[in-house]
């Protein structure tokens, strides 16, 4: 007589130990996904590309400040005499080396020598030395990172949970990563790309070194000014000159960049968890503690364990299934589901039977051909 498989006390305790598993259950996980490859954002070229004619042509047309410069000089090294210079000279007597009382001519030693200087020396230039210096650092760094540019898609996903039984306290913790290996073709479209990118780069650096040449920035680094810091002042020329504009804006994008996105890191479900999947993972440590409280060294009583949960198994697998095609929007009815498992059950019997009977053939052919190779010796 065939036993009969549901067991209904075993059931009810199996039922009784998952209920008290799920009541006392508390988990938490996360998931990060981080891509790197052909689909790797090289926005930052188009920005800069697109600054660099404005940045040029401020460089070109350096803005220039007259300075009034005042320095006592020995009298043959004067180069310009002015009022000021009389009325200072005035005042300290003690620049005058001879006086002619005759001709009430006076012959100065020293003189006050006043000066108009041109200089670079202003805010909005301070302001693009800067900015120019941090565009180098900026794509110097850049170029760096694609030298060690490699195809990758990483994926890591960590799960940690504890829950009780009416008998014991139970806990877990997965961690799962996964590096996508990519294809020869994938590599090779990467490697065009970032030969073209290369191109662009090298014309930006162009640009970068004739402004590093230019008189504005050689004067400011002879002088040896301190770099400009956010915030920046929105002087009149940074506020209205089209080109200061984009400079400006260039300025932003330098400072922000990588803050908002760090390694273009995507989170593609939050690290809080996520109802769907974190259900399925709690499932599965349901299962795994199935598993684990069945071990035994007894291969019979394993499968006395196992099987005493395997109603229980059945039943949370059909449930977790059906929450999932319900949270997609996928309605189900009862009859579709008993003929899903009816026709799965019908599949796997005739797998089955289809696997014995190819065993019997081979057998039977295998024997075959062992008695007629025995005849010859009867």
């Given at each position: 007589?065939?036993?009969?498989?549901?067991?209904?006390?075993?059931?009810?305790?199996?039922?009784?130990?998952?209920?008290?598993?799920?009541?006392?259950?508390?988990?938490?996980?996360?998931?990060?996904?981080?891509?790197?490859?052909?689909?790797?954002?090289?926005?930052?070229?188009?920005?800069?590309?697109?600054?660099?004619?404005?940045?040029?042509?401020?460089?070109?047309?350096?803005?220039?400040?007259?300075?009034?410069?005042?320095?006592?000089?020995?009298?043959?090294?004067?180069?310009?005499?002015?009022?000021?210079?009389?009325?200072?000279?005035?005042?300290?007597?003690?620049?005058?080396?001879?006086?002619?009382?005759?001709?009430?001519?006076?012959?100065?030693?020293?003189?006050?020598?006043?000066?108009?200087?041109?200089?670079?020396?202003?805010?909005?230039?301070?302001?693009?030395?800067?900015?120019?210096?941090?565009?180098?650092?900026?794509?110097?760094?850049?170029?760096?990172?694609?030298?060690?540019?490699?195809?990758?898609?990483?994926k890591l996903l960590e799960y940690k949970a504890k829950s009780e039984t009416p008998k014991e306290k139970v806990?877990?913790?997965?961690?799962?990563?996964?590096?996508?290996?990519?294809?020869?073709?994938?590599?090779?479209?990467?490697?065009?790309?970032?030969?073209?990118?290369?191109?662009?780069?090298?014309?930006?650096?162009?640009?970068?070194?004739?402004?590093?040449?230019?008189?504005?920035?050689?004067?400011?680094?002879?002088?040896?000014?301190?770099?400009?810091?956010?915030?920046?002042?929105?002087?009149?020329?940074?506020?209205?000159?089209?080109?200061?504009?984009?400079?400006?804006?260039?300025?932003?994008?330098?400072?922000?960049?990588?803050?908002?996105?760090?390694?273009?890191?995507?989170?593609?479900?939050?690290?809080?968890g996520n109802d769907v999947v974190q259900g399925f993972l709690d499932h599965s440590f349901l299962i795994d503690?199935y598993v684990l409280d069945s071990i035994s060294n007894s291969k019979r009583e394993q499968k006395k364990q196992?099987?005493?949960?395997?109603?229980?198994?059945?039943?949370?697998?059909?449930?977790?299934?059906?929450?999932?095609?319900?949270?997609?929007?996928?309605?189900?009815?009862?009859?579709?589901?008993?003929?899903?498992?009816?026709?799965?059950?019908?599949?796997?019997?005739?797998?089955?039977?289809?696997?014995?009977?190819?065993?019997?053939?081979?057998?039977?052919?295998?024997?075959?051909?062992?008695?007629?190779?025995?005849?010859?010796?009867?």
């Open positions: 007589m065939k036993k009969n498989f549901v067991d209904n006390e075993l059931s009810e305790q199996a039922r009784a130990t998952t209920k008290r598993f799920r009541k006392k259950l508390a988990s938490e996980m996360s998931y990060k996904s981080t891509y790197n490859g052909d689909a790797l954002s090289f926005d930052w070229i188009d920005i800069v590309e697109d600054a660099c004619p404005r940045l040029d042509i401020i460089v070109r047309n350096a803005k220039v400040a007259l300075v009034q410069e005042a320095n006592v000089e020995l009298i043959e090294k004067a180069k310009r005499i002015t009022v000021e210079s009389v009325k200072d000279l005035a005042r300290h007597t003690n620049y005058i080396n001879k006086f002619d009382e005759a001709t009430q001519s006076v012959e100065p030693g020293k003189i006050l020598d006043i000066r108009n200087e041109e200089t670079f020396n202003i805010y909005e230039n301070r302001f693009l030395h800067t900015l120019i210096y941090l565009l180098d650092r900026f794509v110097y760094e850049r170029e760096q990172e694609i030298k060690k540019l490699e195809v990758s898609d990483n806990h877990i913790e997965v961690k799962i990563t996964s590096d996508t290996i990519p294809s020869d073709q994938v590599n090779n479209d990467l490697q065009e790309k970032l030969k073209e990118i290369q191109k662009r780069i090298k014309r930006i650096k162009e640009y970068i070194a004739s402004w590093m040449r230019s008189e504005m920035i050689k004067s400011l680094d002879k002088a040896h000014i301190p770099p400009v810091k956010s915030p920046i002042k929105k002087t009149n020329i940074l506020l209205k000159n089209p080109n200061f504009k984009v400079a400006t804006a260039l300025w932003e994008y330098l400072n922000k960049y990588g803050l908002d996105d760090i390694n273009s890191d995507k989170d593609n479900i939050d690290n809080n503690y196992l099987s005493k949960y395997a109603i229980v198994m059945l039943s949370e697998e059909i449930k977790r299934i059906v929450d999932l095609l319900l949270s997609c929007g996928i309605k189900i009815t009862e009859e579709e589901i008993m003929k899903l498992v009816a026709q799965e059950l019908k599949d796997d019997k005739s797998d089955r039977l289809v696997g014995a009977d190819d065993v019997k053939k081979k057998f039977k052919s295998a024997m075959d051909e062992y008695i007629e190779r025995t005849q010859e010796y009867l």
